[in-house]
């Protein structure tokens, strides 16, 4: 029998592919989309896959194969510390399969904390680099190790000391790294110096490429994808010259050096001319998007906005709220795209809500301007929800963050409720929601278990009512249709159906309350009024007949509706102006 591993070390894709001579489960093959190894036991035989000698879980299977696969237990053993077992069944066998990650890329963190910045910005060098290290574990790095350095100010060659430079040197040679990462941006000059004083076996990166990678691993729509490669193109553009210094190394010759400036300044009109291609198709994108959003204003269903720090739990929240089925994980940047999706809340008021992307410190300015269309659309939300995890140590510091990020986008002005989310997840659940009750406009959730959320959606009713208008309408029963619609999109205070149509008090948004315009009740009353008199007139010669009195209840009506006119205008919402 061949080494499985000859066979079993496949990506993905080939996975799915029929190994000669093995039955490939087709189920196993839809693993994360990192290369693996895969190795499977069917039933009680080992004629088919085998796993590795040195994992306890499956020390018998090993022995078997080992003593029939020298070789192969070898090559098992090296990737045994990967392994991990998954029970599946397939045509009526049970399989025992064995994935193997391949070795992931090691890297090795760098961090720095200014000197001058400690403690002003909460988030300090080492919760910084934990969170790196998440970013590099979600775009499929393993890590190593860190280190950080205080400083007064960042080496503007190095971006840290030269002694430090020698220290990491060394920390990468002995854990095994081959990627170094700094929490910052270098400029390309650091870039450059550091790869010189690091070696060339050793890939630098940055944060901001780091989260420019997740993203464009991530992106699904085409916008989505088009945006991120834009962010990296503008990232790239001043760094080209790395491949300038590469060939000048290369070389040694004066010549060679002048074909490779030349080199360069042909690149970089290849990408500027691909940046041109890319803003003209994101434009086309967003025309269509544009148009969408026009639609969705002429129907004045409000927009509530789910903003906040990556992993806040603002998809799991959207989910929960409306059953959808957008993809929440405990992974950084899982959601790209903008998803909206209908809520309907319990007084049948009806409203949208857009899960957006999430924000971290140090947002590389590059993305923020390539997400600036998609995130504008927040600038139009009646209500956002800032939604904090507030389990994370560092939640304050990721508040900070997000308002910063609200505030660059223009956006403090629209009404903010905070949703303090994970609260299942504290430590002290009570006293969370003792602070929360304190603060004004927060809210205290659990998207997860449920907890919290029937007053959330109370309170979002509330505060959109804030945003409205409040209305006082007479609606004849022949634009019944009017009625529904204040219902789906506003805030209903009474309707009661009266001899002239259905009146209605309610807060409804600006748009609606400019077509309601003519039914405000002075009009209406106007109308109610002619009514009224040919009532009255009849029911003057019923009485004369009868002997008896008008209706009175109409007659109530239409005098509460006449002093309500007589009294000037309608009220107007604390936000909006209407010009009445
Ligand atoms: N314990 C607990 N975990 C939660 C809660 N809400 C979300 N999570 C978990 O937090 C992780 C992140 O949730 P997401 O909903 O993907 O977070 P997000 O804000 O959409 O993240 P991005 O899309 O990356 O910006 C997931 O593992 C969720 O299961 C909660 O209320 N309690
Ligand atoms: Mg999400």
Partial sequence: MASCFAHGRVSVGAAQQRVPGRCAPQKLAARPSRPFSLLARSGDGWEDWSDAPDTPRVANGAAAAAVEEPDWRHEVQGLAKNLRVSKDSEGGTDWDAFYADEERERCF?????????????????????EELGRLADTAGLEVTGSTFQMLEDVNPRTYIGT?????IKAAVANTGATTVIFDDELSPGQLRNLERALGEDVRLCDRTALILDIFSQRAATREGKLQVELAQSEYQLPRLTRMWSHLERQSGSGQVKGMGEKQIEVDRRLLKGRMARLRRDIEEVRTHR?????????APIPVVALVGYTNAGKSTLLNTLTAADVLAEDKLFATLDPTTRRVELSGGQVLLMTDTVGFIQKLPTQLVAAFRATLEEIKEASLLLHVVDVSHPSAAAQIDAVNGVLADLGVENVPTLNVWNKVDACADPAVVRAVAERREQTVCVSGLTGEGLSELMERVSAKLQDSMVAVHVLIPYSQGELVDEIHRTGVVGSAEFGAAGTEVRAHVPLPLAQRLQPLRLAAAAAEEEQWLEAEA????????AAGAAANPAAG???????????????????????PL
């Avoid at 544009?290 to 002429?298: G, P």
């Avoid at 109530?556 to 909006?576: I, R, S, T």
Wanted: glycine content about 12%; aromatic content about 4%.
């Fill in 109 to 129: 963190l760098v961090g720095v904390q200014l000197k001058k910045r400690a403690g002003k910005h909460g988030y300090g060098v080492q919760e910084s680099l």
């Fill in 163 to 167: 002694g430090k430079v020698q220290e």
């Fill in 290 to 298: 544009r148009a969408y959003r026009e639609r969705r204003a002429a």
């Fill in 537 to 544: 007139a009849a029911a003057d010669a019923a009485a004369a």
């Fill in 556 to 578: 109530a009506a239409a005098h509460e509706a006449a002093q309500q006119a007589a009294g000037g205008d309608l009220q107007l919402g604390q936000a909006v102006q209407l």
